[in-house]
């Protein structure tokens, strides 16, 4: 277990903003949107495939993750000690996409599987869009951890790209509708989590601020912290959830103003 841990623990140099790191991320998720965007066929099979590549990926080095914040190794007393950090409970937005693509990869066609693409479609991209563009406060000195980071990110952009442009989760308005309804019940549990974790008494100081909506802790989110330490926590509360509805908005209004754009090329390039 020891040497394990150790190696878990591999230290670098920690990434910065448009370093060689963020770069290289930012070019493999570029390959990847270029290669799907290329398949001229889409079907269920490839469907499973892409979502389970990056939910079954993003399992095993969440549980990594979680594994390394969670044991430490004593080098003088050679003892492997346990203590569970409870900021880093996997139950975010950008976490969310993990369990939401494993769940999809054993659901057919139906309902409950359009709500929780439209999900990952038009919701958590924006969390991934965030952080892809502005990552320095996620980087860590642990490789894997970083690697992480950016394959949870990366990852679930390519994966909601890929499902508005293989037509899988429609570029429309009900759509969007669909994916804040599961949003929606995401904040129920998170606020559900924050509030019965905090006064359960096991915290022992430390922060749990599951979807950052915890009436407790301030949120680290840049801009919702300002709003958050200014006005009463309920209308903190509905200006988050409402900036969510707005920024899917906005991923709609984008991807259909690409797919306009695209077809208007590829007209002009036929004739």
Known sequence: MKNI????????????????????????????????HKKKRYNEKQLKIILAVYGIVALILEILKQLIW????????????????????????????IFVCIICLFLK??????????????????????????PDSCFTNDILVNIHTMWLHLGSFVVSVYLLMSGEVELKIKSLIRGFCIFLIFVVIALSLNVSVYNSGILNGETFNMFY?????????????????????????IIYILALLLGGIIVLSVAYLIKLILKKVKLDGGK
């Not at 080098?75 to 409970?89: I, P």
């Not at 949120?219 to 300002?226: K, S, Y």
């Open 213 to 237: 909506i915890s009436p407790y802790f301030t949120t680290e989110l840049p801009v919702f912290n300002v709003v958050q330490e200014n006005v009463c926590y309920i209308l903190y509360l």
């Open 70 to 97: 969670t044991y430490n190794y004593d080098f003088e007393t050679t003892k492997v000690t346990w203590d569970y950090n409870w900021y880093a409970f996997p139950f975010q937005l950008c976490t969310t996409p």
């Open 109 to 134: 066609k139906c309902k409950i599987r359009n709500y929780l693409l439209s999900y990952i479609s038009y919701i958590t991209i924006i969390g991934s869009i965030t952080t892809m563009i502005l």
């Open 5 to 36: 841990i150790l190696f878990l623990q591999t230290k670098m140099e920690k990434p910065i903003a448009f370093g060689w790191f963020h770069i290289l991320c930012l070019s493999l998720m570029a390959v990847l949107i270029f290669i799907l």
